[in-house]
């Protein structure tokens, strides 16, 4: 439903994040969604998809932002922005590298040597 509603890239975070927040599903659920978005058309499959990655990569970064605090203390909102800007496979990287890390230092090195690397 919300991929036919049409909303803007901010609107529709808003109410992702809504239901992603109050709506867990359980697993008959989940399966029903799943048999769903196999028998829809390709274009709406795309939009819906594109939905459910973007909830999928914002648990991400708020989980990864949540253990890289507790593991190195306070973090600037600079590198908590340059985090928020990964991808998926990006954070998954990053995520990895997270047990490595000592300290905000040793997150900025890795940012900007990652970014170097792309």
Known sequence: MIARLRLDSARTHILG?????YIKLPEAERKKFEKKMKNLP????????EIVTSW???GKVELLSILLKEKVGRVNKTVLKQINKLSGKQLT????????F?????VENWLNKFRQNI
């Open 17 to 21: 994040g809504f239901v992603d927040s």
């Open 42 to 49: 390709s274009k709406e499959k795309e939009e819906v998809m």
């Open 56 to 58: 999928e990569e914002k």
């Open 93 to 100: 990287e990053f995520a990895k590298a997270l047990l490595n």
């Open 102 to 106: 000592k300290n905000e230092k040793d």
